[in-house]
């Protein structure tokens, strides 16, 4: 099992199930069955975001296989992600 969830392949995060102290490993279970391991920088709370990749600034942050926001600055792998560095920003705006 792990403690974090890759539903689609187009995903650039996890979702915690269970909280995740800074310096732990996060076992990232992916969509087809394999599992990515990444080191939390951050607590992350349980249901909350990890990065899985590094994400740019302004590149979209993707959840589930949907675009959910957009960086508000550079975001390293294994970083908490959530409104304190993602905004949310119409597609078509």
Not at 43 to 72: L, N, P, S
Not at 75 to 81: A, D, L, M, R, T
Request: aromatic share 4%; net charge negative; glycine share 6%.
């Amino acid at each position: 099992m792990g403690n974090a969830l890759v539903i689609n392949e187009k995903d650039n995060v996890a979702v915690s199930i269970e909280s995740i102290t800074k310096g732990s490993e996060v076992n990232c279970k992916m969509n087809d069955g394999s599992t990515i391991a990444v080191t939390a920088l951050d607590d992350i709370e349980i249901y909350h975001k990890v990065a899985t990749k590094d994400i740019a600034k302004d590149e979209t942050v993707v959840k589930y296989g949907q675009y959910i926001g957009v960086a508000a600055c550079d975001i390293k792998v294994g970083q908490h992600v959530h409104e304190h560095n993602v905004v949310s920003k119409r597609e078509n705006a």
